[in-house]
């Protein structure tokens, strides 16, 4: 049997677009757009969030991201960062559409520091909002079954539960709750937030999610470009081990040895 | 008033200031600056502009005009 040949096959789908790599990675929090590219081709990742802000006016010849990480490679999903209101992420994301002439976005409306919890009546408006305007809302919330069951409802293409709030590194605090998420969801359930490291990224995905988005996790580690290759090894293992279904647990041992044909003394 | 000095408008971009000569329009406002069109979008008084508009939409005196275009986020 040809394992890799398995893999290739593998794919999930959001809005009709197909994404072999389960890996979704942000572009924020580098060094510099050199740095960005390198980590974001070392992740093998296919869809990357942006954010959209005010150009400079006084340097406009800067260096775009757009130069580094281009939208003709990557699936841009433009973020509603720093937008706290339906109409900030209603007007956000209308721009974002006419800058890329895409609709697939991702919503996001926080609560206040320290936790940048997401804002779920404010995020339920805003997605409404959105849906009505023909946006293709992939949407960040909180690890709530219920919330992620009517955001299904309402139309959102994908929802996104924190594994823990955003830029902590502590990976999927909750899992029993984003278990039960992806159970009883028929769109697909990323883990956005919260990873820290390949472990965790590999358990959201040994939990069945779809895919995995994180950014600071390999932004910020020590060599970005090092740790964009073990988050794709990473996503590729757990997502190997749901399918592969993993040995049940127990409190006791099972011999991975045979006991006959020991060699006895006499 | 209608001095060919008097006919230039003043228009706030990205919450500055600017004076533009009369008739300029979106697409002229970005070359002066020095945007690439396809890189940017552009709100006239909370409404989108068209990309396809561009060369065509002249800005009024007192236009609020935001250009954004997208950077590194999560």
């Known amino acids: 049997m040809d394992g890799s ?39 093998g990742a296919e869809m990357v969030t942006v954010a959209v802000r005010r150009v400079n006016l006084s340097d406009p010849g800067a260096p ?32 974002a559409r006419e800058a890329g002439g895409w609709n ?19 995020t339920f408006e805003a997605a409404a909002a959105l849906l009505a305007d023909n946006f293709e809302v992939m949407v960040y919330c909180a690890d709530d079954p219920v919330a992620a069951k009517r955001l299904e409802e309402m139309g959102c293409v994908a929802i996104m539960p924190l594994g823990a709030p955003i830029g ?48 600071s996790a390999i932004a910020h580690a020590q060599d970005p470009v090092r740790m964009a290759v073990a988050m794709k090894h990473a996503v590729i293992a757990g997502r190997e081990a ?22 006895r003394r006499g | 008033m209608e001095a060919a000095t008097e006919t230039g408008i003043s228009v706030t971009v990205n919450g500055e200031e600017r004076r533009l000569p009369a008739g300029t329009t979106v697409a002229g ?11 940017v979008a552009v709100e006239r008084n909370l409404e989108i502009v068209p990309r396809s508009t561009y060369a065509t939409v002249q800005l009024a005196a007192g236009d609020a005009i935001e250009i954004v275009h997208f950077i590194g986020g999560g």
């Open chain 1, 168 to 215: 902590s590194g502590m990976g999927v605090v909750n899992p029993y709750m984003i278990r039960a998420i992806k159970a009883q969801a028929k769109v697909p359930v990323l883990v956005d937030a919260g990873i820290g490291t390949a472990s965790d990224a590999a358990f959201a995905m040994e939990l069945g999610c779809d895919a995995v988005l994180l950014n």
């Open chain 2, 29 to 39: 406002l970005l070359s002066a600056i020095g945007l690439a069109e396809r890189k």
């Open chain 1, 64 to 95: 775009m991201l757009q130069d580094f990480v281009p939208p003709t490679r990557y699936t841009y999903l433009p973020n509603t960062a720093g937008c706290h209101t339906a109409q900030e992420a209603v007007r956000t994301l209308r721009l």
């Open chain 1, 242 to 263: 749901f399918l592969a279904g993993r040995m049940g647990r127990d409190y006791k041992a099972d011999a991975s040895s045979p006991m006959d044909g020991l060699i």
């Open chain 1, 104 to 122: 697939l976005v991702k919503l996001e409306v926080l609560g206040p520091p320290p936790f940048l919890y997401p804002d779920m009546a404010a």
């Open chain 1, 5 to 43: 040949a398995n893999i290739q096959d593998d794919f999930w789908e959001v809005a009709g677009r197909r994404f072999r790599s389960r890996l979704v990675v942000g572009t924020g929090r580098y060094k510099s757009l050199e740095e960005t590219a390198a980590s974001i081709e070392a992740s």
